[in-house]
């Protein structure tokens, strides 16, 4: 089925000898015979690609504005539901076309 969505986080920084990103995809709604409803779900894996990394925690060298002062520094990020966020190394940024996510989904919340 087809899902649509928005880039939830975009964010670039300077790793050791190479342009890395930050990417955060959320899902918002899924397109049935009936018509398009809220997508509720979560990512359990994705296909391993060359230049994706989806661990949620990296160490990492950042470096400031002055060529010889660069920082080591430990970027995680946050798990959100609805929400595949990975690393990427590509430079410019390219994510492939037909990347696989294994999502399971769930009922909407409910707040009583």
């Known amino acids: 089925a087809a899902v649509r969505g928005r ?3 975009l964010e670039h920084y300077q790793a050791t000898g190479h342009q890395d990103y930050i990417v955060g995809l ?3 709604e899924v397109e049935t015979s009936a018509g398009p409803i809220p997508f509720y779900a979560d ?12 661990n949620l925690t990296e160490r990492v060298v950042v470096y400031g504005a002055l060529a010889d002062r660069s920082t ?8 959100l539901p609805g929400v595949a966020s990975f690393f990427v190394t590509s ?21 009583n």
Do not use: K, Q
Request: charged content about 30%.
């Open 7 to 9: 880039i939830r986080r």
């Open 91 to 111: 430079e410019p940024l390219a994510v492939s076309a037909g990347l696989r996510m294994v999502w399971r989904t769930r009922g909407p919340l409910r707040t």
């Open 43 to 54: 990512l359990l894996r994705m296909d391993t690609v060359a230049g994706i990394r989806p």
């Open 72 to 79: 080591d520094t430990t970027v995680t990020i946050p798990e």
């Open 26 to 28: 959320e899902f918002t």
